[in-house]
């Protein structure tokens, strides 16, 4: 990725569709882990989405979903006895 393009190396036009894809699947597997444990989002958009450097991931980045303003669905939070 070269300047936060998703293309193929050495080409101003060619998509490269797995580094897509395969971010893609990183971000909805955030939504997932956030939803799973009663976690509303609310604001997904490109500027929520992190792509943090890698040296493992072929892409050189990974993809992570920052949700400062997430919403709790769950049930109230009961107070513990001290």
Known sequence: MERGWFRRRGSLYDLDYTSIIRTTKEVAGAMAYL????????????????????????????????????????????????
């Open 35 to 82: 939803h799973s444990v009663d976690l509303l989002h609310g604001d997904l958009t490109g500027s929520n989405i992190l792509l943090c450097a890698s040296d493992v991931d072929e892409r050189g980045f990974i993809a992570k979903v920052c949700y400062a303003y997430a919403s709790w669905l769950g049930p109230e939070p009961r107070a513990r006895p001290l």
